[in-house]
T-cell receptor, first 115, second 109 residues
């Protein structure tokens, strides 16, 4: 069974489009995260949700909007895509928010390419 | 916020030799230090972690040491094997995980 899954795995789109990435975890965790990994492989947190409530919102453009319909799902919607949004986006989950001290389990990633 | 520096950025070792990756952090309040391994095309996977009340932890061929006074921690892989080839990330947390820039490890057969 896949613990943290993301769809799609690859996403190629034109500048200006709006797209969504979906994430689901079956670990029963309370906290979910979105990370961005750039072309140099640098990993940076974007958002985290605990029981559907936003708890971390890093300095991310407001074109990015996370949505958590329930604690097992955290989707990422991106409006007006720009070239600089091209990256690999990882979803992760942990048992609690625990000030970041709980083990985080990562999904397989979604490679977004903006043309 | 927390700033994590990681060295080296690339590391090539002969199979069977040891590999060492070093990280420093800036926030003395950080108390959890995980290490992740990322294989090509996959998400990062936790391989070992250490908390601030422990100086060293070992799991088979992998060990991590923590020096809170100096604010640095290290990953040691002994008897390296080709399947150890991957990108390794250190991280530290104050209220969120901050990652180092990664070390690409290549184990030569």
């Amino acid at each position: 069974d896949t613990a943290v899954s993301q769809t799609p795995k690859y996403l190629v789109t034109q500048m200006g489009n709006d797209k969504s990435i979906k994430c689901e975890q079956n670990l029963g965790h309370d906290t979910m995260y979105w990370y961005k990994q750039d072309s140099k492989k640098f990993l940076k947190i974007m958002f985290s949700y605990n029981n559907k409530e936003l708890i971390i919102n890093e300095t991310v453009p407001n074109r990015f909007s996370p949505k958590s319909p329930d604690k097992a799902h955290l989707n990422l919607h991106i409006n007006s895509l720009e070239l600089g949004d091209s990256a690999v986006y990882f979803c992760a989950s942990s048992h609690t928010s625990g000030a970041g001290t709980d083990t985080q389990y990562f999904g397989p990633g979604t490679r977004l390419t903006v043309l | 916020g927390e700033n994590v520096e990681q060295h080296p950025s690339t590391l090539s070792v002969q199979e069977g030799d040891s590999a060492v990756i070093k990280c420093t952090y800036s926030d003395s309040a950080s108390n959890y230090f995980p290490w992740y391994k990322q294989e090509l095309g996959k998400g990062p996977q936790l391989i070992i972690d250490i908390r601030s009340n422990v100086g060293e932890k070992k799991d088979q061929r992998i060990a991590v040491t923590l020096n809170k006074t100096a604010k640095h921690f290290s990953l040691h892989i002994t008897e390296t094997q080709p399947e150890d080839s991957a990108v390794y990330f250190c991280a530290a947390t104050d209220y969120k995980l901050s990652f180092g820039a990664g070390t690409t490890v290549t184990v030569r057969a």
